[in-house]
């Protein structure tokens, strides 16, 4: 098994800025937790906090994100993009899984792709999830922690609790059918995330490239909100990363998060 150090990542860092400062951990309760915390107390842009394990991983809508030792990339970076207002955040998630799809086809030759609004889905499989958490005054956005979770040598069936998963959910060694090295793809998930921030730090949006990546997209779906079930026709997003549906009633709603399913007509 490749182990991961502060030392074995910072040894193929191409990076200017993004994963400069790294805080590992062999197992920790939330590298997000931990990156908010590093956040407060002033720690620079570009800080990565990773570890092996996660006993309280996060997923979206308090869910937990499950992972034996080893066997996943389990980061957090932290931004400080005052250039975006805090209702503009989507925009980091949508710049960093596009980085990581990016990343999964350049090392491993597998094509990836996006469900809306967060997670990394490969052959239809969930494959990973990126959570971002945001610390706000007023209408400033002080900065955001983007967290990862990604399958990357994790053999469902070898599992005795995360077997149910396999229907449903999958890892890039599964689909390859040999172990990927974690550190080649947290070296080049770093290199475009770094990339794709600068430029939109420059002003470019990235909704449209995003778009052309979701599996969601021209699709009847359902949508579980907080407000309550919508089904539609899955339109495209907007610039904040906004789901735009049609939904049954011919009406166009504009959906800010959700779970999503895909409905046969």
């Known amino acids: 098994m490749e182990r991961l150090s502060v030392e074995s990542i910072e040894k193929g860092l191409t990076t200017t800025f993004m994963g400069r400062r790294v805080i590992y951990y062999r197992s920790i309760g939330s590298t997000n937790d931990v990156a908010r915390e590093l956040a407060v107390r002033g720690a620079p842009e570009g800080t990565l906090v990773i570890a092996d394990e996660q006993t309280a991983g996060k997923g979206r809508l308090g869910r937990r994100w499950l992972a034996p030792p080893g066997t996943s990339l389990l980061i957090s970076l932290l931004f400080r993009p005052h250039f975006l207002a805090p209702y503009k955040a989507q ?51 002080d900065y955001a922690v983007v967290g990862l979770g990604l399958n990357v040598n994790l053999d469902f069936g070898a599992v005795e609790t995360m077997g149910e998963l396999a229907a449903t959910a ?38 449209g490239e995003w778009a052309s990546r979701l599996v969601t997209l021209h699709n009847h779906v359902m949508v579980d909100t907080p407000q309550g079930v919508v089904e539609g026709w ?31 007509r």
């Open 170 to 207: 999958t890892s890039l060694s599964q689909e390859l059918g040999r172990e990927v090295s974690r550190l080649a793809l947290l070296w080049r998930i770093l290199e475009n995330i770094e990339g794709r921030y600068q430029r939109l730090g420059a002003g470019e949006l990235p909704h």
């Open 91 to 141: 925009r980091l998630t949508m710049i960093c899984s596009l980085a990581v799809v990016d990343a999964i086809s350049e090392v491993t030759g597998l094509l990836a792709a996006i469900k809306w609004p967060n997670d990394i889905v490969v052959q239809g499989k969930k494959a990973g999830g990126i959570l971002t958490e945001l610390g706000a005054t007023g209408g400033r956005l």
């Open 234 to 264: 899955a339109e495209g997003v907007d610039a904040d990363g906004a789901l735009i549906l049609r939904t049954n009633c011919g009406e166009c709603q504009r959906v800010l998060a959700g779970d999503v399913t895909l409905r046969k």
